[in-house]
């Protein structure tokens, strides 16, 4: 259980943190989206669109749930808290991590929603996404990193302050 994995929004930051964050502890860092590009042979985008939500999902709770990591920092994809037995697994990995932005601050990260494979079900608005997945992510995280008005640096120092106190 000495893994650290980052959950959030898409565009909260969460491989971009990883990566500094794996830096500053000495730790390995893994993003899961590159998994999933790398086991399915193809982009998240081109998974939605090609083979579905669904598979999709499926996808990603699969991959998520075979990791078998130490001393890792994991970076999650935004849709890995719709996967319980992902969840599941990521918690007994180690201490899940919740990168938390506002919606106004999704609102200025976020574009081509499609073209990076954000997980967007029929006819959902970006509000109507972040809303429902809040609630997911606070259900699921040990740690709640408040990122706003922070810049990654500050955030990362936020984070390693918290997690020196553990």
């Known amino acids: 259980m000495n893994n650290i994995i980052l959950i959030g929004m898409p565009a909260s930051g969460k491989s971009t943190v990883g990566v500094i964050l794996a830096k500053i502890l000495g730790m390995d860092f893994v993003d899961t989206d590159l998994l999933i590009q790398k086991k399915a042979g193809k982009k998240l985008s081109e998974i939605i669109e090609q083979d579905g939500l669904n598979a999709f999902l499926s996808l990603e709770e699969n991959v998520c749930q075979k990791l078998q990591l130490k001393d890792t920092v994991i970076a999650t994809g935004g849709s890995v808290v719709y996967g319980e037995g992902a ?8 201490k899940v991590v919740y990168l938390e ?3 106004e601050t999704l609102e200025k990260r976020l574009h081509h929603m499609k073209q990076r494979g954000v997980v967007l079900k029929e006819g959902q608005t970006k509000r109507g996404l972040y809303d429902e997945r809040v609630e997911l992510y606070e259900k699921y995280s040990d740690i709640r990193i408040d990122e706003s008005d922070k810049s990654v640096e500050e955030t990362v120092n936020a984070l390693v302050e918290v997690l020196n106190a553990l």
């Open 87 to 94: 969840m599941k697994h990521l918690r007994e990995l180690g």
């Open 101 to 103: 932005i506002d919606y």
